[in-house]
C-alpha cells in the first residue's frame, strides 16, 4: 500500500512515520526547498509525548528540553491569578516538556526514508476515487491508496475537498515567538494583562522560549518587532521587559492567529483524510495545535493499518475518533484566548475575579480542562492495555 503525505510540518512527518511504521511506501511532498520548523519552541503536552511513544521517539524528546514546573499566570505587576506545580500532574497524566520546534522536526524526519521526502514540490490539485487517489504536481501526476493533507491551516487539499466550508476565519489576536539566550531559571507561565498577553517557557541549554500575544487588525506589522515589542510591554514584572531587551528584530517571527471556528463535516473524502491544521487549526492558547497534529497522526495510521479493512472505512473510522474531539480543543482554545485577551476594563476585573473564584473551587475547573486534553492516550496503547 501507498501513501503520500503532502506537508512536510510536526503534523506531515509525523503521519508519514507513523504510516511507515504500518507498512506503507510513503512519499511526502513539501512545497519549501527545505524543511522549516514554523515557529521558535514548543510545548509538547503528554497526550504528545505518548503520541510520540507510539513511534518510538517520546523519550528522545523528552530528554530534549526540561520539564515545565511550577509556574502559574500572573498579572502584568506580577501578582499571580493562578499557581500551578508539575506534582499536580506528574503521578497521573505526566508533564509537559518544552523544546525548539527545529529539534522536534529533525527527529521526526529522522523516521522517514530519505528517498521518501521530496522537497520543493507544489501540489496543484487533490482527487480521489473508488480505486485510487491522485495528487497533480508541476512535475506531473502521482497516485496512491490513500493521500494525507497536512498542508496548513491554509489547506489546498481542505479547500479542494470541502468547496462550500468558509475556511480559516481571523481569530482578532496576533502572536509573536522568539528565543533568547537567558538563565533557565524562570518559572513558566504567562502574564495577562489587558488585551495582551506575555508567555516564558525556558528550553534546555540556558535559553528561554518567549511568545506574547494582542488584538490587532489582521495584516499589521511595526517596522521593528522587537521594538514595538519591548514598547507593548514597558512596566510589565520581570523578568519580561529584561527578555525583550535581549532580542532582536530579525529573531522575532510574528504570525496572525487563524482558526477553523467552523468544524468541517469530516477530515476525508473518498480516499485523502485532512491532518493538523489542515483539518482543525485552532488558537495556540492551550498549546495544543501541534499536539493535535500528532494525535491526527497516530490515530490515522492505527485505523488504516488496522486489519487490511478498506480505506474509505478507515478513514470514516478515523473522522468518528479525531472530529469531535478537535471540535472541543478548537472551541476550548478559542474561549482562552478570548479570556487572556480581554482588553475592555470590566472584562478584566471580571476575569481576575473568575480566577480567584476558581481556587477556591473544590476539583479545580482548569485542572480538569488540563487533565481531559492532555489525558488522552493513542489508541494503540489502549489496545495493549486491554490485551495486558
Given at each position: 500500500m501507498r501513501a503520500i503525505?503532502?506537508?512536510?510540518?510536526?503534523?506531515?512527518?509525523?503521519a508519514g512515520a507513523a504510516l511507515g511504521a504500518q507498512g506503507w511506501s510513503v512519499t511526502l511532498y513539501e512545497r519549501a526547498p527545505?524543511?522549516?520548523?514554523?515557529?521558535?519552541?514548543?510545548?509538547?503536552?503528554?497526550?504528545?509525548?505518548?503520541?510520540?511513544?507510539?513511534?518510538?521517539?517520546?523519550?528522545?524528546?523528552?530528554?530534549?528540553?526540561?520539564?515545565?514546573?511550577?509556574?502559574?499566570?500572573?498579572?502584568?505587576d506580577g501578582r499571580w491569578l493562578a499557581r500551578s506545580s508539575v506534582e499536580q500532574y506528574a503521578a497521573t497524566i505526566g508533564v509537559p516538556v518544552v523544546v525548539r520546534r527545529s529539534d522536534l522536526v529533525e527527529i521526526l524526519r529522522g523516521l522517514l526514508p530519505a528517498d521518501a521526502l521530496r522537497l520543493g514540490v507544489i501540489v496543484r490539485d487533490v482527487r480521489s476515487d473508488a480505486a485510487t487517489?491522485?495528487?497533480?504536481?508541476?512535475?506531473?501526476?502521482?497516485?496512491?491508496?490513500?493521500?494525507?493533507?497536512?498542508?496548513?491551516?491554509?489547506?489546498?487539499?481542505?479547500?479542494?475537498?470541502?468547496?462550500?466550508?468558509?475556511g480559516p476565519r481571523y481569530s482578532g489576536s496576533t502572536a509573536w515567538r522568539f528565543v533568547v539566550d537567558?538563565?533557565?531559571?524562570?518559572?513558566?507561565?504567562?502574564?495577562?494583562?489587558?488585551?495582551?498577553?506575555?508567555?516564558?517557557?525556558?528550553?534546555?541549554?540556558d535559553a528561554v522560549y518567549c511568545y506574547a500575544a494582542a488584538r490587532a487588525p489582521a495584516g499589521e506589522h511595526a517596522d521593528d518587532e522587537a521594538g514595538h515589542l519591548a514598547e507593548a510591554f514597558r512596566g510589565w514584572h520581570d523578568p519580561i521587559p529584561a527578555l525583550l531587551d535581549r532580542v532582536t528584530d530579525a529573531e522575532v517571527l510574528r504570525?496572525?492567529?487563524?482558526?477553523?471556528?467552523?468544524p468541517l463535516p469530516a477530515f476525508h473524502r473518498g480516499r485523502v483524510a485532512l491532518l493538523g491544521d489542515a483539518a482543525h487549526a485552532m488558537t495556540p492558547n492551550l498549546g495544543q495545535g501541534g499536539c493535535q497534529a500528532l494525535e491526527d497522526a497516530v490515530v490515522l495510521a492505527h485505523h488504516v493499518g488496522d486489519g487490511g479493512r478498506p480505506v474509505e472505512e478507515a478513514l470514516a473510522a478515523y473522522t468518528a475518533d479525531r472530529l469531535p474531539r478537535t471540535r472541543a480543543i478548537v472551541r476550548e482554545s478559542h474561549r482562552m484566548m478570548v479570556m487572556s485577551l480581554a482588553s475592555a476594563a470590566p472584562a478584566v476585573a471580571a476575569r481576575t475575579f473568575a480566577m480567584a473564584a476558581v481556587r477556591l473551587l473544590p476539583g479545580d475547573p482548569t485542572a480538569r480542562v488540563f487533565f481531559r486534553t492532555a489525558g488522552w492516550r493513542p489508541p494503540q496503547q489502549e489496545r495493549a492495555a486491554t490485551a495486558g
Open positions: 503525505v503532502i506537508g512536510g510540518g510536526i503534523g506531515g512527518l509525523a527545505a524543511l522549516q520548523a514554523v515557529g521558535a519552541g514548543i510545548s509538547v503536552a503528554p497526550n504528545a509525548l505518548r503520541a510520540l511513544d507510539v513511534l518510538g521517539v517520546g523519550d528522545a524528546v523528552r530528554e530534549l528540553g526540561p520539564v515545565q514546573g511550577e509556574g502559574g499566570v500572573r498579572r502584568a487517489a491522485t495528487v497533480v504536481t508541476d512535475a506531473g501526476t502521482d497516485e496512491a491508496d490513500l493521500v494525507v493533507c497536512a498542508d496548513g491551516v491554509n489547506s489546498a487539499g481542505r479547500a479542494r475537498l470541502f468547496p462550500a466550508h468558509p537567558a538563565p533557565a531559571d524562570y518559572l513558566s507561565g504567562e502574564t495577562w494583562g489587558r488585551g495582551r498577553l506575555f508567555g516564558i517557557q525556558p528550553l534546555a541549554g504570525n496572525d492567529v487563524y482558526e477553523l471556528r467552523e
